[in-house]
């Protein structure tokens, strides 16, 4: 399975960005899959979760983002993508998908966003 994100970058404080995440290979894992979503990384700081999503739609986010960040995803496609609007300072991290399977966690390899106050 490889995880292949786009859409980071460097926006004002109160800006958008979409980021989307497309999976490859998971023909062979496809019943297992539990989940994908978003975490991100502040220097200094742990991996969060952002936002998640399940096979059937359901979806969590972190508090920090309610009401501000929507994800949502194309099974089809196997793409996962995150809306992000009035975005803060505090949102800058490198963000990395993820797909979580009841076996193992696969891993993207981290899209920078940056936002300027």
């Known amino acids: 399975v490889q995880l292949q994100a786009f859409g980071g970058g460097l926006v004002q404080s109160g800006g958008s960005l979409r980021l989307s995440c497309a999976a490859s290979?998971?023909?062979?894992?496809?019943?297992?899959?539990?989940?994908m979503g978003w975490y991100r990384q502040a220097p200094g700081n742990k991996r969060e979760l952002v936002a998640s999503?399940?096979?059937?739609?359901?979806?969590n986010y972190a508090d920090s983002v309610k009401g501000r960040f929507t994800i949502s995803r194309d099974n089809a496609k196997n793409t996962v993508y995150l809306q992000m609007n009035s975005l803060k300072p505090e949102d800058t991290a490198v963000y990395y998908c993820?797909?979580?399977?009841?076996?193992?966690?696969?891993w993207g390899q981290g899209t920078q966003v940056t936002v300027s106050s």
């Open positions: 993820n797909l979580a399977t009841w076996i193992t966690d696969y």
């Open positions: 290979g998971v023909s062979g894992t496809i019943f297992s899959i539990k989940s």
């Open positions: 999503i399940t096979t059937g739609g359901s979806t």
